[in-house]
């Protein structure tokens, strides 16, 4: 997953490129001591063009607007040991921020 965060200025993306590995991720960052938000970009699968969703949202089959409909999902993440920890599901990505 590699320094996917470094410096953690007000946000980052965390990817999982492997289509077959989810693995577990954690992030020291020097000086943040704060919860973070985690917003997922989903799919059923790697090549998947319907089902995607960002922060549990989806334009369903047409979008007119290119507008998500509402406010997104986010889980907080809080540091445990001055470190960030999470998932990250195989081929999946993520937007976290402070």
Not at 39 to 46: G, I, Y
């Amino acid at each position: 997953m590699g320094d996917a965060l470094a410096g953690f200025p007000d946000a980052g993306v965390l990817i999982n490129k492997d289509p077959t590995t989810s693995y577990t991720w954690q992030l020291q960052v020097p000086g943040f001591s704060s919860r973070a938000h985690l917003e997922r970009l989903e799919a059923p699968a790697v090549f998947s063009t319907n089902g995607v969703t960002l922060g549990g949202q989806s334009f369903g089959d047409t979008t007119t607007t290119g507008v998500l409909p509402g406010p997104p999902q986010t889980e907080a993440v809080l540091p445990r040991a001055r470190r960030l920890h999470g998932q990250a599901a195989a081929a999946s990505a993520a937007l976290m921020t402070q």
